[in-house]
């Protein structure tokens, strides 16, 4: 069972998986940490949008939960997926490549505000720039989680 930690009825944003603090954020939190502003266009429910976000990179939401990357493994962050719920239990993943700085370096927020008001329920919405459809837009989100999706990695000797 996905138990109560995934709970949409709790206040804030589980941060967990493969990380040294986990957490759950509420907004307040979120709005604490430096903000980003992006303005994308996206195909969603209703046609063609274009909206302006507001909140925390999704890379330094994480990395105030420590991601536990393995020195001897080779390469070990690009093993790595973040998964983003949503209260409807909605999914999408993103590589830690595409928000590595050292990588894609994309600037995915952890969407406070659209257009200057409260995301849709008072929860964040992941937002991509870049992506062209609005699936990996996860609404209400609930939970952000690392994981390396596939035991191994190459050890150094
Ligand atoms: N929580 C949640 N987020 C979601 C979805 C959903 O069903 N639930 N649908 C996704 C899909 S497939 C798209 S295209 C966009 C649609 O966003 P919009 O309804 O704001 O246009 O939201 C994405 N985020
Ligand atoms: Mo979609």
Not at 34 to 42: I, L, Y
Request: hydrophobic share 35%.
């Amino acid at each position: 069972m996905e138990h109560a930690s995934n709970d949409p009825s709790r206040d804030g944003v589980l941060v967990d998986g493969a990380v040294t603090r986990p957490s759950r954020l509420t907004a307040h939190d979120l709005g604490r940490l430096p903000q980003r502003t992006v303005t994308c266009t996206f195909r969603g429910s209703s046609g063609t949008r274009t909206h302006t976000y507001a909140g925390p990179l999704l890379l330094d939401v994480l990395h105030q939960a420590e991601p536990r990357f393995d020195p001897r493994i080779k390469a070990d962050p690009v093993r790595h997926v973040i998964t983003a719920t949503g209260g409807d239990q909605q999914q999408a993943t993103l590589a830690w490549a595409e928000i590595d700085p050292d990588f894609a370096g994309r600037a995915v927020l952890v969407a406070l505000t659209e257009d200057g008001r409260p995301a849709e329920g008072g929860r964040p919405r992941v937002v991509v720039p870049g992506d062209k459809c609005g699936g990996r837009y996860v609404a209400g989100l609930v939970r952000l989680h690392l994981s390396a999706p596939f035991p191994g990695g190459g050890a150094r000797p």
